[in-house]
């Protein structure tokens, strides 16, 4: 009798589990509707951009920013061509280009209302950046300042980008776009009455690229800056689009408020602001400058798209979007506005109240609000998670007649095996990274953005998707009814979801705003389902579910589209890590917000476990994919391959009093930036060149391996750098040292004072030798308050001026017998100007020069 009822129960049970499933053929159809989501929702809403204003339209619409004239400038501008620091493209032909637009500006200008000051700025300098010293000479900054008449504010709110370029560039995305922006920003304020309480200052920044030494001319030199008070600074890593605002403040959340009040268009995100903070973009803007040493607040905005084309030949005019003139132009002129009637811009540091979260969603609207006001907001989700969950499990105890240990136990089950699912796909999409990387099929997404779904997506969902059904295939007989299974396998993950997010708010980790939006959503349909008691129902609580599904869905994939749009070309330009390891880690990231609580729901459809199988069979395609033509990274002018390339003479000399010529060779010094060094290999087979990771010199005994380091960039790339022999540069403006005197101030102590001279961009290591001690200099004592690791690096430039740098050393020797070697120089230069891209379709052509001695005194 028992062994009857047994068996009816089974039978009873399987009738249930059979009859609360969906057909198979309804699957197909389920994750279809995902997909069509994103296709028509997502990416239309990250490409919106609003109709270009034409010079027509300002009749009809005074006041407003006009796209068209801002379009028509930045033509002109790039019809210079490469402006390069130095260069009589960057100093006179841009300057003259930039003062005689301001000139019709001023002309236009409502001279009752304003009043218009220009001032081009000439400053020499230095300072510490990247554990370098930064020294310039003569460099230009194109300046003016607009101040309302009759205001009683000192105060000023600063505008910046910059109008130089890297060598080969014209220069449209990065910054021109910016510039022209900024001055169609002048036109539009100086010609209409707009209420103004403080004064706006522009600054033209002629020397960004050099790196960031416009600014530090600006802020410590300029007589204007002493009353800046707020930035908004304007840069680009791509070629137009929607201008993302990625740093806030820092610690003036009153800033964030006006944008969020204010700007037309938003698109902003402190996620993206904690990953540039963290050293995750392969790059820097003036912001920091401003910052550090003028400790202003402000806000940091830069175009993002086609970073493919950031800092090469094709940064080009036609491929900018023209709906980005008026889009990035809109938010400008609001901003601007905006802030210069701000009441905190006489006294900011009143204001200073801690860091600010922020995030668009899709582009609709932005939402902000204080880092304290984050803290209690994801504490009390997280909470509320907490009793939701343990609720539902308390009443569904009540509803199906179990003990409730029983039911405690089967959820405990239930989270031991969703947390299984969550490390084995990490586990699976980290393995495949590794994979991908170690048979030399690394980057095959970097044009085709597409590949990342099946590599490191559909890892994700098959991994998640496959554990769990098949532990309710295997325990159907003995489990819940499944709707219950798969709502407490949900809870599961919530609840895991919930954990992470009290470790990272524990860790003062801004971003744990977007496990909190996950969690909400997620409690709000389970809330809903109580309510309505349809979490008892076979298909009736997937109502609530995907309804509340839908909002965390559109953004995180949102999310996912912006990061792969800003992020994927970065990667051409990381330098020898792993970018596998970050794209899969961080699609793994994302599907642990976006999957689980939508791949679980594939189990109540027939066949689930051969159609969460399909995400397997698919990852297995798209590996083969990536090992056949279609998975090469690169494509001529849309995604080209990076290279440094130094055409350069190099001479050693010995330490003797003649500095006799050791040794000298000349050839390529290449730096691939990237993580397929030896795709331009054949390059070198065609022209019968021999190609060495070792350039033949003793790593121990010369100052950086004797490599021509010209930036501080190549010191991260060294390791996969090479060298190929080949002709010596054609003879330039070669650098020059000369020994001025040497003068012992005491018994241990000399001062050497040196020059300097050649072209307009040259790199110095200083290694002090045999026991010596580097004590003062004339440049900033950081380096040497700080300890910071020789060689020491100098990093000189000018503009205007090409007299010699001067300068001194100050050493002490311990040892009396060391005073004639005591330290070694090595410095290197440009000759024609350094190109910072090459495309492995078109060639070497690149010179530099190089040279290292050692001073005997």
């Not at 033949?696 to 930036?711: N, Q």
């Not at 440049?779 to 000018?798: A, G, M």
């Not at 070694?824 to 492995?840: A, R």
Request: aromatic share 14%; with cysteine; charged share 15%.
């Amino acid at each position: 009798m028992h062994e009857l009822n047994m068996k009816s129960k089974y039978e009873n049970m399987k009738i249930i589990y059979n009859r609360s499933k969906f057909g198979w053929y309804w699957a197909p159809l389920f994750v279809a509707f995902w997909f069509l989501l994103f296709y028509l929702t997502v990416i239309p809403s990250y490409h919106s951009y609003p109709d270009l204003l034409t010079i027509e339209d300002e009749i009809t619409q005074p006041g407003r920013f006009i796209g068209e004239r801002a379009e028509s400038m930045l033509l002109r501008l790039t019809k210079i061509g490469p402006k390069v620091v130095g260069s009589a493209a960057n100093e006179q032909t841009a300057v003259h280009f930039l003062l005689t637009e301001i000139s019709k500006i001023v002309q236009e200008s409502r001279t009752d209302l304003y009043d218009i000051q220009q001032d081009v700025q000439i400053a020499s300098g230095n300072y510490v950046l990247w554990e370098m010293v930064n020294a310039y000479q003569s460099i230009q900054n194109v300046v003016v300042k607009l101040t309302p008449r009759g205001t009683n504010s000192t105060a000023s709110l600063l505008i910046n980008s910059h109008y130089d370029s890297v060598p080969g560039s014209s220069g449209a995305g990065d910054s021109g776009t910016m510039i022209v922006i900024m001055l169609e920003t002048l036109r539009v304020i100086s010609k209409y009455e707009t209420p103004l309480q403080h004064s706006i200052v522009f600054l033209f920044n002629g020397a960004e690229e050099n790196p960031l030494q416009g600014s530090h001319a600006f802020i410590t030199q300029h007589k204007w800056a002493s009353n800046v008070k707020a930035l908004i600074n304007l840069d680009s890593a791509g070629s137009g689009g929607r201008e993302i605002l990625f740093q806030s403040g820092p610690d003036h959340p009153w800033l964030m408020r006006y944008y969020g009040q204010h700007i037309l268009h938003p698109y902003a995100s402190s996620i993206a602001e904690e990953l540039f903070q963290n050293g995750f973009v392969p790059s820097e803007t003036d912001f920091r400058i401003f910052r550090d040493f003028g400790e202003i607040p402000g806000l940091d905005m830069a175009h993002t798209v086609n970073g493919y084309v950031y800092h090469t030949k094709y940064d080009r005019f036609n491929l900018i979007p023209r709906r980005t003139y008026q889009l990035t132009g809109d938010n400008v002129l609001a901003l601007t506005k905006a802030l210069c009637n701000a009441a905190e811009m006489e006294d900011p540091a009143k204001y200073a109240e801690g860091h600010t979260i922020f995030y668009d969603v899709l582009g609709w609207f932005i939402v902000y609000y204080p880092e304290e006001t984050g803290i209690v907001i994801n504490v009390l989700v997280c909470v509320i998670a907490i009793i939701t969950i343990l609720a539902y499990i308390w009443n569904m105890a009540h509803q199906t007649g179990m003990f409730r240990r029983r039911v405690f136990i089967k959820f405990g089950i239930l989270l031991g095996v969703q947390f299984a699912a969550v490390i084995l796909a990490i586990l699976l999409t980290i393995t495949i990274a590794i994979f991908m990387d170690t048979v030399g099929l690394s980057m095959s997404w970097f044009s085709q953005q597409w590949m990342t779904f099946g590599l490191y997506f559909c890892p994700m969902f098959f991994m998640m998707g496959l554990l769990p059904a098949v532990y309710l295939s295997r325990t159907k007989e003995h489990g819940l009814p499944l709707g219950y299974a798969i709502q407490l396998i949900m809870h599961a993950h919530c609840l895991i979801l919930t954990m992470v997010c009290i470790i990272l708010i524990s860790f003062n980790i801004r971003s744990a705003f977007a496990l909190m939006l996950c969690i909400g959503f997620y409690v709000l349909s389970v809330i809903l389902n109580m309510a309505t008691c349809f979490q008892k129902t076979t298909f009736l609580w997937l109502i609530p579910h995907i309804i509340c599904q839908l909002m965390p869905f559109l953004f995180y994939s949102y999310c996912c589209y912006a990061f792969f749009v800003t992020f994927v070309p970065m990667q051409g330009r990381e330098g020898s890590s792993n970018p596998e390891l970050f794209i899969g880690g961080f699609t793994a990231l994302l599907c642990l917000l976006l999957a689980p609580f939508l791949v679980p729901l594939l189990c109540l459809f027939r066949k689930s476990k051969t159609i969460i199988s399909i995400f397997g069979v698919i990852c297995l395609v798209f590996i083969i994919l990536a090992a056949t033509p279609v998975g090469f990274p690169y494509a001529e002018r849309e995604a080209p391959q990076r290279f440094y390339v130094a055409h350069t003479t190099r001479t050693f000399h010995n330490g003797d009093a003649a500095m006799s010529v050791r040794f000298n060779d000349s050839g390529y010094y290449v730096v691939p930036v990237d993580r397929r060094p030896h795709s331009i290999d054949y390059l070198f087979e065609n022209i019968n060149a021999s190609k060495s990771s070792q350039l033949g010199i003793d790593c121990d005994t010369e100052v950086m391996c004797g490599y021509p380091i010209y930036s501080t960039r190549w010191l991260g790339y060294r390791d996969q750098s090479f060298w190929v022999d080949g002709p010596a540069p054609k003879a330039g403006s070669w650098p020059r040292l000369r020994i001025l005197s040497k003068e012992r101030i005491s018994f241990t102590n000399l001062i050497i004072s040196l020059e300097v001279a050649g072209p307009d961009h040259m790199s110095v290591f200083i290694q002090p030798m045999n026991d010596t001690k580097l004590v003062d200099w004339s440049f900033d004592r950081t380096p040497i308050q700080e300890n910071f690791k020789t060689p020491y690096f100098i990093y000189l430039s000018y503009a205007l001026d090409p007299a010699p740098f001067r300068f001194h050393l100050e050493f002490e020797v311990i040892n009396e017998k060391l005073l004639n070697s005591i330290f070694w120089i090595e410095f290197q230069s440009s000759v024609d100007k350094l190109g910072l891209e090459i495309n492995p379709f078109s060639g070497l052509a690149l010179m530099n020069f190089y040279v290292l001695l050692a001073l005997p005194f």
